[in-house]
């Protein structure tokens, strides 16, 4: 494992974010604070939801595709940012496995303890690999990334680049293009656009854990920065901004109210009704991908989408 984040990476960042989300007009908040323990727990509940479809969408795409992925690309070495628990990836472990190329694997992720569990599970599944487990915030870390054994494909599942605003996108593709050799890869998946009722029921259930999910950033901070939200006060919304094609998610205070954060020595007011945007996830249509991949100087090379056309994976190279 290469560490390249200081012990209070985390801790600074989760200041500086809420400082900065607090005090703005509107209220933020980046979703990557939803991810504690209890959050990352949500998250796989949301993941099953009947409503929730990108996760089960992907993995009917890695199902269908990973042994052409794999036969496309002849990967030695697999790149995953954002890994989580790398549950996806052993599709396309075991497709560049099948095809005799596969050497190392190299997943990305800033929680330390998510890359040991998933590493030490990948180690005993697949005896021979090399697992060499990077702590970066990828976001600002493309540059530290390991080289490896060439040719290198580097995924980025989950449509979680979605979670970029699009000049954030710009930068973030361009970082990639920058750390990919002649002969390198990048997978991508995005959700596509859709009807409003589709899009907002997958980021609002019936059930409510999508609601919990959300208001688990309140408790973050609550633990972490000695705030005293009280979750109850706030309701969860999800809209549909058909204008910059991407849902929102939202934070509603029921009443006015001030919340003290006592680590920032701040206190934030809220009026009622007043919403604070705590995650925006983008849809995409293939002309917009493929145009942005271009601007970046990759080369879009291959599309592929699941049966009902919900998301897709796209497959890049340098241009």
Known sequence: MTRHLPPDFLAA???????????????RLPPKWFYDER?????????????????????EILLARSAEIADRTRARTLIELGAGSAEKTRLLLSALRAAGTLRRYVPVDVSESAL????????AEYP???????????????????????PRLLAFLGSTVGNLEPGERDDF?????????PGDFLLLGTDLVKDRDTLVAAYDDTVGVTAEF????????????????????FDHVAVWDPEREWVEMRLR???DQRVAVAALDLTVTFARGEEMRTEISAKFRRAGVE???????LAPCAWWTDPAGRFALSLAEPA
């Open 39 to 59: 959050g990352s727990a949500l998250f796989e509940q949301i993941t099953r939801l009947p409503e929730y479809y990108p996760t089960r969408a992907e993995r």
């Open 13 to 27: 960042e989760l200041r500086a974010d809420a400082w900065r989300g607090l005090t703005a007009v509107p209220k």
């Open 253 to 255: 205070s029921r009443a």
């Open 291 to 297: 145009a942005e991949l271009a601007a970046a100087g």
């Open 173 to 181: 593709l361009a970082a990639v293009r920058s750390v990919l050799a």
């Open 128 to 150: 021979g690999l090399a697992v060499q487990a990077v702590v970066a915030d990828f976001t600002h870390q493309l540059g530290l990334l390991p080289h490896g054994e060439g």
């Open 214 to 233: 959300n208001k688990n950033v309140l408790r973050v901070l609550n633990r972490e920065l000695g705030a005293d939200f009280d979750p109850d006060r």
């Open 116 to 123: 040991l569990g998933a590493g030490k599970a990948l180690l």
